[in-house]
Nanobody, 127 residues
Framework: QVQLVESGGGLVQAGGSLRLSCAAS????????MGWFRQAPGKEREFVAAISWSGGSTYYPDSVKGRFTISRDNGKNTVYLQMNALKPEDTAVYYC????????????????????WGQGTQVTVSS
């Protein structure tokens, strides 16, 4: 079993920054392909970022590219999401997710790709 616990959410003004953390336990963290997703009220959960096992490859949708940075520290069993230049439309509950596959499937943007999810952390960006 894998446990994922997010932290770092909060209220920030537009243009500000936040760093989210997701601590993993239960299995070898370096074997997980990790992702971040978000869900705004009334909307579907959407892909925000993903990172490969060693951290050498990262993936973003156009909506956050250049503003968000995903990183990981396998020694601390933690994945991070640095969010800069935040906009009100970034307001959502942010979730981290773990994919236990050991090969690259290319579907890192799909919710169905991930096996474990955290409970989420609220990010609110005021205008």
């Amino acid at each position: 079993q894998v446990q994922l616990v997010e932290s770092g959410g909060g209220l920030v003004q537009a243009g500000g920054s936040l760093r989210l953390s997701c601590a993993a336990s239960g299995r070898t963290f370096s074997s997980f392909f990790m992702g971040w997703f978000r869900q705004a009220p009334g909307k579907e959960r959407e892909f925000v970022a993903a990172i490969s096992w060693s951290g050498g490859s990262t993936y973003y949708p156009d909506s956050v590219k250049g503003r968000f940075t995903i990183s990981r520290d396998n020694g601390k069993n933690t994945v991070y999401l640095q969010m800069n230049a935040l906009k009100p439309e970034d307001t959502a509950v942010y979730y981290c997710a773990a994919d236990v596959r050991t090969f690259f499937s290319g579907s890192y943007y799909s919710l169905n790709e991930y096996d474990y999810w955290g409970q989420g952390t609220q990010v609110t960006v005021s205008s």
